[in-house]
């Protein structure tokens, strides 16, 4: 499908992530994964604070409003919880967290999980997996859609958690 897959590897598609729990006979399936310089334990927070902002494109889905750029110190995410929010109020649920390693939420009809799979002590994999029942033609549109705010949300959980790895190592 056209704008399934950004950063991932065949290996990393053919895992089962926790969101396919939650759809069968998904119509639409996205992956996309970004490599991290930061242990998995820097990079939690970020993907758990998701629940504060989407992370992607704030003007567009934020209604303008930044994504906090500093940790808020949140108490870890617990399945019910909404999920994330835009424009400061709350949108999706929790339905499934493992902390430390998924985060998988439901919102607009579809699940996404984020999985972090540690490389090494001080690299991680942030991988994310969309899956939908919707009509093809709405997958596709939803997919591309998808490819460009969720890498920008990757993109910025990445350098966040860098930045705050090189800091400590100040």
């Given amino acids: 499908m056209l704008g399934d897959r950004w950063g991932v590897h065949d290996d990393e598609t053919r ?8 759809v069968a006979e998904p119509t639409l399936r996205a992956w996309r994964g970004v490599d991290v310089a930061a242990p998995a334990a820097e990079l939690w927070p970020w993907v758990a604070q998701v629940r504060k902002g ?3 494109y704030d003007v567009i889905d934020n ?6 750029r500093h ?5 870890e995410p617990r399945v019910g919880e909404p999920f994330t929010s835009s424009g400061g109020r709350p949108l999706g649920r929790i339905v499934s967290v493992e902390p430390a390693h998924q985060l998988t939420g439901a919102i607009m009809g579809g699940f996404m999980s984020y999985v972090l799979v540690p490389v090494t002590t001080a690299r991680t994999r942030l991988l994310l997996k969309v899956v939908a029942r919707t009509p093809p033609l709405i997958a596709v549109a939803l997919s591309v859609g ?3 705010m969720a890498r920008r949300q990757l993109l910025t959980f990445k350098a966040l958690a860098e930045r705050n790895c090189q800091t400590r190592a100040s």
């Fill in 15 to 22: 895992l089962v992530f926790p969101c396919d729990a939650f």
């Fill in 54 to 56: 989407p992370y992607s």
């Fill in 63 to 68: 209604w303008g409003r930044r994504s906090p």
């Fill in 71 to 75: 940790l808020l110190g949140l108490p």
């Fill in 146 to 148: 998808d490819l460009v």
